[in-house]
């Protein structure tokens, strides 16, 4: 069983940076593909990045430039570095693994940017 905890949301102002983290536990996650998605009031869920267990990393087109994943495979950890932050990331980010067990999302961290 995967667990994962979300964390770094709030509130910032247009332009600014904010860096969420998903600490997971359970299984072998240096292995795993991990993602991050979000969904915005009214929207569907949306893909915003992605990265392998050896790091190549795919960005939505939407964020391409401004945020970078990353991972800590000692510390059980991936990353979300948003830069240049648009009041349209406004959502609620969640973090997602498949290993083979399963698919495993984390419980969402609320990101909201002022103009």
């Known amino acids: 069983q995967v667990q994962l905890v979300e964390s770094g949301g709030g509130l910032v102002q247009a332009g600014g940076s904010l860096r969420l983290s998903c600490a997971a536990s359970?299984?072998?996650?240096?292995?795993?593909?991990m993602k991050w998605f979000r969904q915005a009031p009214g929207k569907e869920r949306e893909f915003v990045a992605r990265i392998s267990g050896s790091g190549s990393t795919d960005y939505a087109d939407t964020v391409k430039g401004r945020f970078t994943i990353s991972r800590d495979n000692a510390k059980n950890t991936v990353y979300l570095q948003m830069n240049s932050l648009k009041p349209e990331d406004t959502a609620v980010y969640y973090c997602?693994?498949?290993?083979?067990?399963?698919?495993?999302w984390g419980q969402g961290t609320q990101v909201a940017v002022s103009s």
């Open positions: 997602y693994a498949n290993p083979p067990s399963g698919r495993y």
């Open positions: 359970g299984g072998t996650f240096s292995r795993y593909l």
